[in-house]
């Protein structure tokens, strides 16, 4: 039921864009993006709901392709703060209500 | 309005010995949850309660591991007879009710951190 996330890990420099990929073997209702750094707790950045409606930053962007069950995080013009692991969280369609199952997670490095 | 607290945020234990966690949820937030995570792993699903019920239990958790949450408000997550393997960060969410059931915010702390020596 894992989500698998791809690429695993990616390395950027200041100003370059990156995606990361998410994709379920099972049906979703929604799709949760958080970022992670180092030793502390995962941060909420959006939600990506059945339907298309999105909740979340102003500055992030994601697509849901409810029939693929994959979605994408697009972070343009990535920042140092951009650093971190991400990682989406799946609600599977017809499951427990905001449970959600993690993903393998992907690992951000931006430097200057 | 503060977020999630957890204590302690850092347990070093003797193998064999029991470890209690406590998580603090957001006000008037209803679902509680507990996630177990290694390093270099996902968050992982134990448990979670809606109000003072708990609904579900990972078959992860074993029974060593009990969660309560006893007035619907905070929660404890004790582990007994620790073992080495127990060591990760125990992440406590919290999430407030919502219309239609799915796709609330799922609110974290900071995890409590436990060494298993």
């Known amino acids: 039921q894992q989500p698998v996330q791809s690429p695993q890990a990616v390395i950027l420099r200041e100003g370059e864009d990156a995606v990361i990929n998410c994709s379920s073997s099972k049906a979703l209702y929604s799709v949760h993006w958080y970022r992670q750094k180092h030793g502390e707790a995962p941060v909420f950045l959006m939600i990506l709901l059945k339907g298309g409606e999105q909740k979340g930053h102003e500055k992030i962007s994601a697509s849901f392709n409810e029939k693929k069950q994959q979605s994408s995080l697009y972070l343009t013009a990535s920042q140092l703060s951009y650093s971190g692991t991400y990682f989406c969280g799946t609600e599977i369609y017809g499951g427990a209500t905001n449970k959600l199952i993690f993903g393998t997670g992907t690992l951000l490095a931006v430097q200057p | 309005d503060t977020g999630v607290s957890q204590d302690p945020r850092h347990k070093i234990t003797k193998r064999g010995q029991n470890v209690t966690f406590r998580c603090d949820p957001i006000?008037?937030?209803?679902?509680l949850y507990w996630y177990r995570q290694t390093l270099g792993q996902g968050p992982e699903f134990l448990t979670y309660?809606?109000?003072?019920?708990?609904?579900?239990k990972s078959r992860l958790l074993s029974d060593r591991f009990s969660a309560e949450r006893p007035k619907g408000s905070f929660s404890t997550l004790e582990i007994q007879r620790t073992e080495q393997g127990d060591s990760a960060m125990y992440l406590c969410a919290s999430s407030a009710p919502g219309t239609g059931g799915y796709g609330n915010t799922i609110y974290f702390g900071e995890g409590s951190w436990l060494t298993v020596v």
């Open positions: 309660f809606q109000n003072e019920a708990q609904l579900e």
């Open positions: 006000s008037e937030h209803n679902r």
